[in-house]
């Protein structure tokens, strides 16, 4: 991760609502996950997944885009 990675897990809130775009065959969504619903969306091709964390739950933060160990989708 780069420092403004840091920087930005840190500013984040204790509970973070993030968002997985992903054709309508993913039941199971994988490990990377947006903070941004309009960056979701973008790869968006049948559905939307949007669940909340807790902020401890991230692993690595990449650009706005969240890497969480495996949890249940809201």
């Known amino acids: 991760m780069k420092k403004t990675d840091f920087e930005l897990y840190d500013r984040l809130p204790e509970t973070i ?3 997985r775009g992903t054709d309508r065959y993913e039941s199971d969504p994988r490990l990377s996950w947006s903070l941004s619903e309009n960056k979701a969306r973008r790869f968006e091709s049948g559905q939307m997944f ?3 964390v807790k902020k401890d739950r991230a692993f690595a933060i990449l650009n706005d885009i969240l890497y969480a160990e495996k949890f249940h989708r809201n």
């Open 50 to 52: 949007k669940t909340t």
């Open 17 to 19: 609502t993030i968002y």
